[in-house]
């Protein structure tokens, strides 16, 4: 997708300034979706993904530079066009683009971010959040890299289901991408403010952070067409499809995904085009049409494991899945969602294998007991991180099923070892989902009794009843002191 950019002017210039500039309008192409043109703008220092770039003659700062730009650009276009050595290419040359900077701690910040995002792309998730913080302790200055390292840590974290800490970050910092100017950050500010408000909106039915994500996202695509971006344009549309879909506007959010998917397939990006079909097969499924949602999702999940995106793919194979399984076919839900666990822990994404487990115990029947059980006690591990409301209703649905299947005559007995009684198994499960609904609430017994579907003050009994050693884990009770009448 060809896109006027700045014209590369090397008269009069040095070799070093321009190199400087060769990687700054190369870098404005990228973010325009302008791939050919980038690699274009870069050709003499570099030959493409795969190659090394050429940095003799440069000094060490101006080399660290053109390393860096050609570790981002290996990494987007190699996704973009599926190429399965281009993260560990990207790595390495930003990596030592690292090396090169030196003590120069903005820009080794700077780099570090860009190493996080390939470490994301491929659902190293802990890695790629470590990492990032670590480049934030760097960046002293509220500027635009720091501004855009806070955009690269909240999607880290929606990544891991974390949408509380997503929007703590972005609502912190506020003031600081108030004063950015470029439209490019700006936009990508209000994006992920709108997707975090609306993952909020469906998870606590908030009607009234529907319509700030529906603001949020006018502003977003107010800022994204001044930047030129059609990369975050696409997929602004597809989010709000998403949004769309939760509000059954089903129609409405077809069209939404038919304008995301013609910018994707504009500038020829494979994988966002195989994200785009994975919201189609979502949206589908949320349709009752099963059988179309099936096909197009297990079409996603190809496309996006040919490029790597070990994460994306599990995402697809749980709509897979799902399809399938509401079809009827629930051997092959089972072994789609086991294959969907397996390729999530390849790449220690625990959350993806977390959402697969419980999607098990949701979508096929009739499963053993025991499979059952370890399901859940995998879900609830792997997921003891998520933040979402939502995923918390439906461990405490998953664990409603763990215990019908306890009563079963012969199978209770394989399934309890030892003396342990019935009555203490259901008691473990109580404590288990009380502590869980206490930590999402940080403590707050009002909030987690809502979550449980409790009153407060049966919440309160069965605390100092029968989980006594919760306590430490509630908040202090706060004693009211009564008023004194004045006389």
């Known amino acids: 997708m060809k896109i006027p950019s700045r014209k590369l002017d090397t008269a009069h210039r040095s070799a070093e300034d321009v190199a400087l500039l060769r990687c700054e309008i190369a870098l404005e192409q990228k973010d325009r979706a302008d791939y050919e043109g980038a690699q274009d703008s870069m050709r003499p220092l570099w030959q493409g993904v795969g190659a090394e770039p050429r940095i003799e003659g440069l000094s060490v700062p101006v080399a660290a530079e053109v390393l860096l730009c050609t570790g981002i650009l290996t990494a987007w276009i190699g996704s973009k066009t599926q190429i399965k050595s281009a993260p560990e290419s990207a790595k390495n040359l930003i990596t030592k683009a690292i090396r090169y900077f030196g003590s120069d701690q903005p820009r080794v910040a700077a780099a570090q971010v860009e190493l996080a995002y390939c470490y994301w792309w ?41 949408y509380t800490e997503a929007l703590k970050i972005l609502t912190d910092n506020e003031s600081l991408f108030k004063r950015i100017r470029d439209p490019n950050t700006k936009g990508q500010y209000h994006y992920h403010l709108a997707m975090t408000l609306e993952e909020i909106a469906v998870a606590e039915k908030r009607d009234d952070y529907f319509q700030e994500a529906i603001n949020e996202y006018k502003k977003a695509d107010y800022h994204l067409k001044l930047a030129k971006n059609p990369v975050y344009r696409a997929s602004l549309k597809n989010n709000i499809a998403v949004l769309l879909s939760n509000l059954s506007r089903f129609s409405d959010a077809h069209k939404q995904l038919d304008e995301a998917r013609r910018l994707t397939v504009s500038f020829k990006d494979k994988a966002r085009t195989a994200q785009i079909d994975w919201t189609r097969a979502e949206v589908l499924n949320a349709e009752g049409k099963f059988k179309e ?76 007991p025991a499979t059952v059980r370890a399901a859940y006690q995998q879900a609830r591990e792997w997921l003891a991180q998520a933040e979402s409301q939502n995923i918390l209703l439906r461990l405490t649905s998953a664990a409603e099923k763990v215990v019908s299947g306890l009563s079963e005559g012969e199978t209770t007995e394989a399934l309890l070892t030892g003396p342990t009684s019935l009555q203490d198994r259901m008691l473990q499960y109580e404590q288990t989902l009380i502590k869980e609904a206490l930590v999402q609430s940080n403590g707050s017994v009002t909030h987690a009794a809502s979550l449980l579907g409790l009153s407060y003050q049966a919440l309160c009994y069965m605390i100092e009843t029968r989980h006594s050693d919760l306590i430490k884990d509630r908040r202090p009770i706060r004693r009211r002191v009564p008023k004194v009448k004045a006389r």
Do not use: W
């Open 293 to 368: 949602a099936e096909s197009v999702a297990r079409k996603a999940a190809s496309a996006l494991e040919k490029g790597g995106h070990q994460c994306l793919v599990t995402d697809a194979l749980i709509t897979q899945a799902t399809a399938l399984s509401r079809l009827g076919y629930k051997e092959r839900a089972h072994f789609i969602l086991q294959r969907a666990i397996e390729v999530a822990l390849e790449v220690h994404a625990f959350n993806k294998a977390g959402l697969a487990a419980l999607t098990l115990i949701e979508e096929v029947d009739n499963l053993p």
């Open 122 to 162: 491929n659902g190293e998730i802990n890695e790629a959040r470590v990492m990032v913080r670590e480049a934030l302790d760097k960046l002293t200055t509220a500027g635009i890299t720091k501004a855009r390292a806070l955009i690269k840590l909240v999607i880290i974290e929606h990544s891991s289901s974390r």
